[in-house]
């Protein structure tokens, strides 16, 4: 697969729950863990800035190299998010339960693919 076809995958895995964070935040408000200091919604609002800024970046091959590197990033740092919906999602019945398992070995072929665009693209 070619470099600029595994960008434009990395990029629309980006961009379109980083457009999601801002037209149905509610469902990602409810999994910032309460740990964290201040509003969900501030995490919310942050983490789809970053995707869609990272998306969009990564479709650009001057940008390419340092934003699949941040993708990467990106992608270890919501892992709490996902960690806390395996919590919150404990009595939600067999279907919710396995979706919020399901997502957490589904980070690492995401690092790995924003891993691989970083590696194509040079410096």
């Given at each position: 697969m070619t470099s600029d076809r595994l960008a434009r995958i990395l990029s629309l895995i980006l961009l379109v729950p980083g457009v999601l964070h801002f037209l149905t935040p509610k469902p990602f408000d409810s999994i910032v863990p309460n740990?964290?200091?201040?509003?969900?919604?501030?995490?919310?609002?942050?983490?789809?800035?970053?995707?869609?800024?990272?998306?969009?970046?990564?479709?650009?091959?001057?940008?390419?190299?340092?934003?699949?590197?941040?993708a990467a990033v990106l992608f270890a740092a919501v892992f709490p998010a996902n960690v806390n919906?395996?919590?919150?999602?404990?009595?939600?019945?067999?279907?919710?339960?396995?979706?919020?398992?399901?997502?957490?070995?589904?980070?690492?072929?995401?690092i790995a693919l924003a891993i691989g665009v970083w590696r194509r693209s040079g410096d």
């Open positions: 740990e964290l200091p201040g509003e969900p919604r501030y995490y919310t609002y942050a983490s789809g800035v970053a995707e869609v800024g990272l998306g969009a970046a990564v479709l650009v091959p001057s940008l390419r190299r340092r934003a699949a590197g941040l919906m395996v919590r919150l999602w404990q009595d939600k019945g067999p279907a919710m339960k396995t979706i919020a398992l399901a997502r957490l070995p589904l980070q690492i072929p995401l």
